[in-house]
């Protein structure tokens, strides 16, 4: 997460990031309803020209764990068939408390201390303050937040390398004229 | 590779609308061809490329101009809240960064050779490669 400001308007900066880290309210169906028909709507929309870099992130995503990370094929087809789960469905709703309780328990498991680290880039003289509003927030995040100080080592799971490279050959059959061509290989070791 | 080979080869001879290479920030490297009528013999120019740099068949002049579209993203402006978060994401500094240029600027077209055989042709020859094509319904192709 990224937040820029001008200093004149910290306070407000500061607010927005204590209702997104330290309250994260996810229930509110209507409109989780609507972002996910509204993304939906876009990535159906952009397949076309998106090809290549499905494509190309698919190719990639075999060779080096870090290039999984940005794989984009995958998480795109769940989320559309997420999204005609939730358009076919005459009862919605708890498919969409369903969706806003699992936000809210990774959002538990994100914000924590030994997961969390802030970075600030601006004026030197202001630091002293930022500093403090930071400490403000994190004395907020840990009140609201009851994982807050729990250590959960189990979920560092994803290898930094794979043991072994998978090599794809895939060919994915789409409704255009023309081909995207991807090739990757390591590298460098 | 782009510019000397790929382009020539699958855009004006092929009829793709783009194609080109790059080295991935992850330490991939990546032969694409996008709006391609063809396949088979898109992957064919892939590989004649490598071949291509193998034979040192480019001047220092073409060299030279690589470099400098390499310099063109190397150099290029970043705003400091990316300069930051780069800094902090990734771990990257400006001793990094000028480490890198420098080594792009010592680039000769004998490293350029010793890449492309110790890791390119290699990973072709052995099959170490993944080729994902996504594409047209009605493309006649055999296997990837």
Not at chain 1, 18 to 43: G, R, W
Not at chain 1, 66 to 83: I, K
Not at chain 1, 131 to 154: A, F, G, T, W
Request: proline share 4%; hydrophobic share 40%; charged share 25%.
């Amino acid at each position: 997460m990224s937040i820029g400001f001008l200093e004149r308007n910290m306070d407000k900066a500061f607010d927005c990031l204590a209702e997104v880290l330290a309250t994260p309210n996810f229930d509110e169906p209507s409109q989780l309803s609507d972002l996910v028909k509204m993304e939906a709507i876009n990535k159906a929309n952009n397949i076309g020209t998106l090809g290549l870099q499905y494509a190309r992130s698919y190719a990639e995503s075999g060779i080096r764990a870090s290039a999984r990370s940005f794989e984009s094929l995958r998480s795109d087809v769940f989320f559309c068939q997420y999204a005609a789960e939730l358009l076919k469905t005459t009862r919605p709703l708890p498919i969409l408390t369903d969706a806003a309780l699992h936000m809210t328990e990774i959002a538990s498991y994100l914000f924590r201390e030994e997961n969390m680290e802030f970075a600030v880039h601006g004026n030197s003289r202001k630091f002293e303050l930022v500093k403090l509003k930071l400490e403000m927030l994190l004395n907020q995040i840990k009140n609201e937040n009851s994982r807050y100080s729990k250590k959960v080592p189990h979920l560092i799971g994803v290898p930094s390398e794979f043991d072994k490279a998978t090599y794809y050959k895939n060919f994915f059959k789409t409704p255009l004229t023309v081909n995207n061509c991807t090739e990757s290989m390591l590298g460098a070791p | 590779m782009t510019f000397t080979y790929l382009l020539p080869a699958i855009r004006e001879k092929g009829g793709a609308y783009g194609a080109g290479c790059s080295a991935g920030e992850s330490g991939t490297f990546t032969f694409y061809s996008f709006r391609d009528p063809k396949i088979q013999l898109t992957f064919e120019s892939f590989e004649r490329s490598i071949s291509h740099v193998l034979d040192k068949d480019f001047s220092e002049q073409q060299l030279r101009e690589a470099k400098m579209l390499t310099f063109q993203k190397l150099d290029k402006v970043l705003e400091p809240s990316l300069k930051g978060l780069l800094a902090f994401s990734r771990g990257y500094s400006d001793e990094h960064r000028m480490k890198l240029r420098l080594r792009a600027l010592d680039l000769t077209r004998e490293d350029l050779v010793a890449v492309a055989e110790k890791y390119l042709i290699k990973a072709i020859e052995n099959g170490r490669t993944s080729r994902v094509v996504f594409g047209s319904q009605q493309a006649p192709f055999n296997e990837l």
